[in-house]
């Protein structure tokens, strides 16, 4: 029999979908002309739900159909999609094939801080985009995305990162010429307005208290992490990637492979981090400078040992990259150019390093009494 529910068809409606209570997921399409038209809803293995053509009513039997919708369901339930191969959409991968075969593989070829892009792409990206292929990715659901992490409470670079990491994605997928993928959909999307020019700088009383804390840290290569990073201001990756390989006792140089930039650079060991090495457990094998007692490899984060040890200090408000902030003030304080400090840090730009430029009240009046010690004899003369 043809069972089919639904509500009475009404001439003023352009058509009435009428469903199969024999049959889960046919439907018949009544047209305001009489046409009837088969058709297929189910649901993908994305989560998606679809509805696809079969074929005019007059083509095929009711029991013709079914057994074509039953078929469907069964190659749907062992995970094959059949409408899929018609339309040769398997050719294009979804966002989370293009993360792990191609971008992961990539970034880590070259990129020290890649553990940051996965903690991103495995806590934010992946969840929404993840079963999305590459091509459904719009300019619309990106734009969306940025501006309810915003809502969520993240910080404008927060949200901005997001945003950063998905344009850079799709830019190699249109280098690489990966199928479905001509444009990318994060152009033209705005940065949230960003104020890095937060300064914080520790003074020499809060640099000790800090040490006091971190000595008394359950990590114990917390003690040598953080003087390691305000004695070099060095980058935290680059001090947690660090191997004893890479330092020349005898010519005081610290060679970093990989820099943020891209190259290798060299940081001149001081007295003081001469001192703070010789103190630094050799352990595992001597490859890595502080190595995870667990993994023997590098310390993904050191996040909850750091938080713990600021507040103890009183310094809540105080970040790692501050430390390396701290440094280059310091350097500023006591006279050091800014090219001098461009190449400690490890700038390409000379602007970038301003933002370092940070000089004390004590710095520029004594700047000012060089001048007017210079030109009183002068101007003053007459008084």
């Not at 993928?181 to 700088?201: F, H, S, V, W």
Request: some cysteine.
């Amino acid at each position: 029999m043809f069972r089919f529910q639904g509500t009475t068809y009404a001439s003023e409606r352009a058509r009435l979908d009428l469903f199969d209570t024999g049959c889960r997921g046919l439907l018949v399409e009544v047209r305001k002309n009489g046409t009837k038209v088969y058709f297929f809803r189910y649901t993908d293995k994305r989560g998606i739900k679809r509805q696809k053509k079969l074929a005019n009513a007059e083509d095929l039997t009711l029991a013709q159909v079914r057994n074509l919708v039953s078929a469907y369901r069964s190659q749907i339930a062992l995970g094959n999609d059949p409408f899929e191969e018609k339309t040769g959409s398997k050719a294009i991968c979804t966002f989370e094939q293009f993360v792990h075969n191609q971008y992961l593989p990539y970034i880590k070829t070259y990129k020290r801080s890649w553990l940051t892009d996965w903690s991103l792409l495995k806590n934010h990206l992946i969840p929404r985009f993840g079963n999305c292929y590459m091509n459904e990715i719009d300019r619309q659901s990106i734009q969306k995305m940025h501006h309810e992490r915003r809502m969520e409470g993240a910080a404008p670079g927060s949200a901005n990162r997001l945003l950063i990491m998905m344009r850079y994605i799709f830019n190699l997928a249109i280098k690489w010429e990966i199928n479905g993928i001509d444009k990318n959909p994060c152009k033209g999307i705005p940065l949230a307005e960003e104020n890095n020019q937060r300064e914080r700088y520790l003074t020499i009383e809060e640099a000790r208290r800090l040490n006091e804390s971190v000595t008394k840290s359950e990590n114990r290569l917390l003690s040598f992490i953080v003087p390691m990073l305000i004695l070099t201001g060095a980058r935290k990756r680059e001090v947690l990637d660090a191997r004893w390989r890479d330092f020349d006792i005898t010519r005081r140089i610290w060679r970093i492979p990989v820099s943020k930039s891209g190259k290798a650079r060299h940081i001149p060991l001081s007295d003081g981090v001469l001192r703070l090495l010789k103190q630094i457990p050799d352990s595992f094998n001597g490859t890595w400078l502080f190595a995870n007692p667990k993994t023997q490899k590098p310390f993904v984060s050191i996040y909850c040992a750091w938080d713990t040890a600021r507040r103890q200090a009183g310094l809540s408000d105080v970040r790692i990259h501050d430390l390396r902030h701290s440094f280059a003030s310091l350097l500023i304080n006591s006279g050091r150019s800014l090219y001098e400090v461009q190449l400690l840090l490890g700038h390409a730009q000379v602007k970038t390093t301003q933002r370092y430029a940070h000089l004390s009240q004590d710095t520029l009046l004594a700047a000012a009494n060089t001048a007017s010690s210079a030109l009183s004899s002068v101007m003053l003369s007459r008084i």
